[in-house]
Each structure stands twice: as structure tokens, then as C-alpha cells.
């Protein structure tokens, strides 16, 4: 038990004490006043847990150690390409069959659009971008 657990173990008896000297008539009073007390200190606790939390991401960022961000393996881009060609089928007989020659078109530059995107994503260098460090904030430049 540590000298705030005494502390509050003291109000507690405190409170009884005083309940039983001034009647029942005082009793939701003093359940209130205690527990304003509790929640005293449980905000105190949290407000000291969030604040040593933040302190620990603002060295981890100060320091450059940045979380890793997930690659994409060959089986996940492989299957991202299988499913926009399975998909571009139906796009692709809904768009000519609607709109002819434009829908088409339409349709296959957003499979396209999907794919660069996604390629992009997987691989900056791909368009002319090169990855900035981790000390440069790990953004795109161009």
C-alpha cells in the first residue's frame, strides 16, 4: 500500500466517522464529498499517465525512430492486379454497352487510374518521386 492508497484509506475513515457522529441526514453529503475526492485522484492519475504517454511519442519522434511503414508483398500486388482485370470485364461491358467508345474509355482509365495509384503506392520511385527519409518526415517529394 503506498502513501496515497493511506491517504484515501485516512478520508475513507474520516468520512465514516463523521457519518456516524452526524446522522443518516448527512450521509449522501459525505458519500458525495468522498467520492469527489476519489475522482480527484483518478483524474490526477490520468492526467499524469497521458502526459508521460505523450512524452514518451514526443522523444520517440524527436529521435527519428518512426514506425515501419508495411510493404506490399508480390502475392498481394499480383492479386490486386487479378481482381481489377476479373472486375474490368463487367466495367467494361456496362461502359460500351451505355455510352459505346467513351464509356469504354471511361471505364479502362479508372482501371488504369486504380492500378497506377496502387503501383505508386507500392513502389514511390516508380513515377519520379523519390521517398524523403525518416528524418525529412517521411513525405512524398517530387
Known amino acids: 500500500m503506498d502513501a496515497r492508497d493511506t491517504e484515501l484509506k485516512k478520508e475513507l475513515d474520516a468520512t465514516l466517522q463523521a457519518r456516524r457522529e452526524l446522522g443518516e441526514e448527512y450521509e449522501s453529503a459525505l458519500v458525495d464529498s468522498f467520492l469527489e475526492k476519489v475522482d480527484q485522484r483518478i483524474d490526477g492519475a490520468v492526467e499524469r499517465r497521458v ?4 512524452a514518451e511519442q514526443q522523444m520517440v519522434v524527436a529521435r527519428g525512430a518512426r514506425t515501419p511503414r508495411p510493404t506490399d508483398s508480390w502475392g498481394e500486388r499480383f492479386g490486386f492486379g487479378i481482381v481489377t482485370l476479373v472486375l ?13 467508345l467513351p464509356g469504354l474509355l471511361v471505364a479502362w482509365a479508372g482501371i488504369v487510374g486504380v492500378n497506377a495509384f496502387q503501383a505508386a503506392r507500392a513502389n514511390p520511385h516508380l513515377f519520379g518521386r523519390r521517398r524523403r527519409g525518416a528524418e525529412d518526415g517521411g513525405d512524398w517529394e517530387e
Open 51 to 54: 502526459r508521460r504517454q505523450l
Open 88 to 100: 474490368a470485364i463487367p466495367l467494361s461491358a456496362i461502359g460500351g454497352g451505355i455510352a459505346h
